[in-house]
């Protein structure tokens, strides 16, 4: 009894070594699924690859046909005393096997593409990047000062904050067009996009965090004389500076989900122009890498953005924590 109710403890830290058991198994239980799903036959497999096609003219080795219509070309085989088709069960083109999304991911950094349109993968990742780098920056440039603003003067937060609110419930991508208009067919419009996607986010949880600040701290820098400027930056912006550090973790993560459909919009480029060819030439395992390489590279960099934040703001016992 004792055990389980350490690791159900409410809102307590778990010993290391259950913690690290947790962590691994949040990526562990997926991944057995994925083979499963992908190595035993009977759990699913709808399709069955031909390995012989027989007698039947339309068949061809390594075609994936429905079990169904393989019955039915068998059972027609045998009534015509023809060769029998031969093949195994096998998933749809679109789920590949967890050893043919590795054997991707090395082949993708590695074989040179089939063709000359073609980028390699590093190439379309670098580009994505810098879309999405330049996006959320010009989004915090302006979104985190605005939000402090309105989070510490009330003034400033019933000129803005209505308005906010009414924008952000407005969808990026519907921008596109007119981005497209006003910035032209490049990297304009898709910085334009993330920007517009993460701003008014921005600035509702920045004045939401500033509002959390201690009262009584601001009422003791009044009390001591401080002007309006100096309220600002000695008391609540370095009182809200651990805080403000996890939500833009948090809201850089929100970029990287505007990401795909940002880069749809002109010129379709970056990690987005990867996956739509690969997976117009049917290189699901190259679909499959791209989208995990993106999880992997936004799971790296909340890493080192948490590691960074506990260095920065080590007295911050919720940044310790995360």
């Avoid at 201690?214 to 651990?242: C, H, N, W, Y």
Wanted: glycine share 8%.
């Amino acid at each position: 009894m004792a055990g389980s109710t350490q690791w159900f403890a409410v809102r307590k830290a778990l010993p290391r070594d259950r913690a690290m058991l947790l962590t691994v198994s949040s990526f562990l239980v997926p991944l057995l699924l994925w083979c499963l799903i992908s190595y035993v036959p009977f759990i699913w497999h709808p399709k069955i690859e031909i390995t012989d096609p027989g007698g039947v003219s339309w068949f061809k080795s390594g075609m994936l046909v429905d079990r169904q219509v393989f019955a039915e070309q068998l059972v027609e085989s045998e009534q015509t005393g023809v060769l029998l088709p031969e093949g195994d069960r096998a998933n749809p083109v679109y789920l590949p096997a967890p050893h043919e999304v590795g054997s991707a991911f090395y082949t993708a950094f590695t074989a040179e593409p089939k063709r000359k349109s073609e980028k390699w993968l590093h190439e379309s990742l670098g580009h994505s990047i810098t879309i999405i780098f330049w996006g959320f920056v010009l989004s915090s440039l302006v979104g985190v000062p605005i939000g402090i603003l309105c989070g510490t003067y009330a003034a400033v937060s019933k000129l803005n904050e209505p308005f906010v609110e009414f924008f952000r419930y407005l969808p990026a991508p519907a921008f596109g067009a007119l981005a497209v208009a006003i910035l032209g067919i490049h990297d304009g419009p898709k910085i334009a996009i993330i920007f517009i996607g993460t701003f008014f986010q921005q600035v509702l949880i920045v004045a939401n965090t500033t509002r959390k600040l201690d009262m009584a701290l601001v009422e003791a820098s009044l009390t001591l004389g401080a002007k309006k400027m100096q309220l600002l930056f000695r008391v609540v912006i370095p009182g809200i500076l651990p805080d403000l550090f996890r939500d833009l973790r948090i809201l850089l993560g929100w970029a990287w989900t505007y990401l795909i459909v940002a880069e749809l919009i002109g010129t379709s480029s970056g990690i987005t122009w990867f996956i739509t060819q690969q997976a117009r030439y049917k290189n699901f395992d190259n679909v499959f890498a791209a989208i995990i390489m993106i999880g992997i590279i936004g799971l790296f960099s909340d890493f080192i953005l948490s590691q960074l934040g506990k260095r920065l703001f080590s007295w911050d016992k919720a940044q310790a924590k995360s």
